[in-house]
């Protein structure tokens, strides 16, 4: 019967520690802030890429006349073959076996008369469509048909073929430039073509190594 009640009164006094502990427990305990998660920044658009335009040398352009007879038409190119021979004379003195300069003065002299003829004869086209202010409108043109001619891009195979070209107008009799000139304008404007070609003259040498002999001490 001891025992008995030693056993309830250590069971009450159990459930009485566990009930005040449990009370401690639920009066000291705060409840726990729940931090809201970080939202996370909407990604900015990507930009569309920077693409470089890449533009290519280009060749200088002829100026453009308005309607010419054939006379002008011939006048004209006789003009434009002055003009490509007086850049060349300029340009490609670093080619002395050209010899630009030589043959641009030798034909001044050659044909000195249908150069003259050709400059009177475009002069009467820019009268006919300008009245007074015609000396100015053929200046223009000279300055920009010598211009038409000068290059980088295409130097090499320019002076070539204006090399060429001055050879057969010095070689041509008195009164036979215009007729020529119809014909050789449209190759040596050609030959300001940028990558056309490599220049007729240039010679291409094989320098892929070799082996070597053996050599004997």
């Not at 060749?59 to 850049?87: C, D, F, H, S, Y």
């Not at 002299?109 to 053929?138: C, I, P, V, W």
């Not at 195979?157 to 008195?174: D, H, M, N, T």
Request: aromatic share 6%.
């Amino acid at each position: 019967m001891k025992t008995s009640g030693v056993l309830m009164a250590t069971a009450a006094l159990t459930a009485l520690l566990m009930s005040g502990a449990g009370a401690a427990a639920t009066k000291n305990s705060k409840p726990t802030a729940t931090k809201p998660k970080p939202v996370a920044a909407a990604a900015a658009p990507a930009a569309d890429p920077v693409v470089a335009t890449k533009r290519g040398p280009s060749a200088p352009q002829a100026v453009k006349l308005r309607q010419t007879t054939a006379a002008e038409a011939e006048a004209n190119a006789v003009w434009n073959i002055r003009a490509a021979l007086n850049i060349a004379a300029l340009q490609c003195q670093f080619l002395p076996f050209l010899a630009t300069v030589k043959t641009y003065n030798d034909i001044l002299r050659h044909h000195s008369e249908e150069l003259n003829q050709a400059r009177l004869t475009m002069l009467d086209h820019f009268k006919r469509y300008d009245g007074a202010k015609a000396q100015t409108s053929f200046d223009q043109y000279t300055t920009k048909t010598y211009n038409s001619f000068s290059t980088i891009d295409a130097q090499i195979p320019f002076c070539e073929e204006a090399g060429i070209v001055g050879r057969e107008i010095l070689s041509l009799p008195k009164g036979g430039f215009g007729k020529a000139a119809l014909r050789l304008n449209p190759e040596i404007r050609a030959s300001l073509e940028p990558g056309v070609g490599l220049p007729k003259s240039l010679i291409i040498v094989d320098i892929a190594p070799r082996p070597l002999p053996e050599f004997g001490a």
